[in-house]
C-alpha cells in the first residue's frame, strides 16, 4: 500500500504565501506523476499543478506565475508553492501520486490521494 502525508496548509492574508508539502510512503517502486488539486466548497476537485517524473510541469490557467510546484525524487515528496495568494485560492488541497508499488511477488500501479489540507485566504 502507498500513504500519502499532506502538510502546510493553513490561514494567511491575501497577497501572502504558503508552501505545501505531500510525502509518499510504501512500497514503492516508481513514482510517475505527483500532482496537487483543490475543492473549493459547493465546487467540484480541480487540478492545479502537476510534474512529471521527468520534471515537466504543468499549472491550471488560475494559478500560472503565482504557484510553483516541484518534487525530491529521494525524499518521495512533492511541495506546492503558493505566492500572492487569493480569496479565490480558498479551498482544501489534495495532492495526488501515480506510479508502481511491489506486492507480493507483483509490481501495481497505484493512485494514491491525500487526505486533504485547508489553505484559508482572508481578504
Known amino acids: 500500500q502507498v500513504q500519502l502525508v499532506e502538510s502546510g496548509g493553513g490561514l494567511v492574508q491575501a497577497g501572502g504565501s504558503l508552501r505545501l508539502s505531500c510525502a509518499a510512503s510504501?512500497?514503492?517502486?516508481?513514482?510517475?506523476?505527483m500532482g496537487w488539486y483543490r475543492q473549493a466548497p459547493g465546487k467540484q476537485r480541480e487540478p492545479v499543478a502537476s510534474?512529471?517524473?521527468?520534471?515537466?510541469?504543468n499549472y491550471a490557467d488560475s494559478v500560472k506565475g503565482r504557484f510553483t510546484i516541484s518534487r525530491d525524487n529521494a525524499k518521495k515528496t512533492v511541495y506546492l508553492q503558493m505566492m500572492s495568494l487569493k480569496p479565490e485560492d480558498t479551498a482544501v488541497y489534495y495532492c495526488?501520486?501515480?506510479?508502481?508499488?511491489?506486492?507480493?511477488?507483483?509490481?501495481?500501479?497505484?493512485?494514491?490521494w491525500g487526505q486533504g489540507t485547508q489553505v484559508t485566504v482572508s481578504s
Open positions: 495526488n501520486v501515480r506510479g508502481s508499488y511491489d506486492v507480493s511477488w507483483a509490481r501495481a500501479p497505484f493512485d494514491s
Open positions: 510504501g512500497s514503492i517502486f516508481s513514482i510517475n506523476m
Open positions: 510534474i512529471t517524473s521527468g520534471g515537466s510541469t
